[in-house]
């Protein structure tokens, strides 16, 4: 079977949110906050609907980045990763799942951690991640301070 995951972009500041993964698959890799699409939901509810369980952010703006076609060969899983991208609206990002995240931080596209997780390996690759770093705003120059990630308490 094959599901699609809701992966979002939260952008502050030229900066944008990742957690470190927990759990079922990808755990110790990195990647922007997420999760199922639910039955009758847009792309765009779900977006909201899981940064907020996730992290306790509110997001706006939500718009389509792109699109991966990711098989996890080993774990025997395949997705559609649907890329949103949103704009930071309120609150300050904190573990609300702590059985599906342990660390998040914010980043920018010159300082991505590692390990990444494997749709991340696939929308380096795509056409559409130039794309999306224009769209975003972000420049080739990184922001000031951005070698430092800043870390939040568990």
């Not at 698959?25 to 977006?47: C, K, N, Q, R, Y």
């Not at 509110?58 to 996890?72: E, H, L, M, P, S």
């Not at 991208?85 to 010159?110: M, N, Q, R």
């Not at 794309?131 to 120059?141: K, L, N, T």
Request: charged share 25%.
């Amino acid at each position: 079977m094959v599901r699609v995951g809701i992966a979002v972009f939260v952008f502050r500041d030229g900066r944008f949110l990742m957690a470190r993964r927990r759990g079922a698959h990808g755990a110790g890799t990195w990647s922007v906050p997420g999760g199922h699409l639910e039955f009758g939901e847009s792309f765009e509810d779900t977006a909201v609907r899981e940064v907020a369980e996730e992290t306790g952010v509110q997001i706006a703006r939500v718009r389509f980045g792109a699109v991966t076609n990711d098989v996890f060969t080993d774990e025997d899983r395949h997705y559609v990763t649907v890329w949103m991208l949103s704009d930071h609206v309120a609150g300050e990002p904190a573990i609300l799942e702590p059985d599906k995240c342990t660390d998040l931080a914010w980043h920018d596209f010159d300082n991505l951690p590692d390990p990444l997780f494997l749709p991340w390996r696939q929308l380096l690759e795509s056409p559409l991640f130039a794309r999306i770093r224009e769209s975003a705003g972000f420049s080739a120059v990184p922001a000031p301070g951005a070698d430092k990630p800043q870390e939040f308490a568990r």
